[in-house]
């Protein structure tokens, strides 16, 4: 399993490592530098099993893929 880490010591990052130790699973902390909009669609492609960011950071990022979605799906025919 891996995660998306915006960089070493940052909450995302503690948050995954907190999750690892506590259920005792694997996980790989993947460096992200931008931010929740990319990790959000490399999770959504299968690219990184999950996410672990603040909610102000995901709903933004989803604001972001439902605005493309209705205007690129319109766009390209779909």
Known sequence: MSYAATGRG???NLTGEL???RA???VLAVPYTG?????LSDAIG?????VIEGLAA???AAA????CS???GSSAGI
């Open 46 to 50: 299968g690219r990184l099993s999950m």
């Open 24 to 26: 005792s699973i694997d």
């Open 58 to 60: 995901l709903a933004g």
């Open 19 to 21: 999750l690892k130790a």
């Open 64 to 67: 972001g893929f439902s605005r």
């Open 10 to 12: 940052t909450m995302t």
């Open 35 to 39: 931010g929740a909009p990319q990790a």
């Open 70 to 72: 209705s205007g690129c």
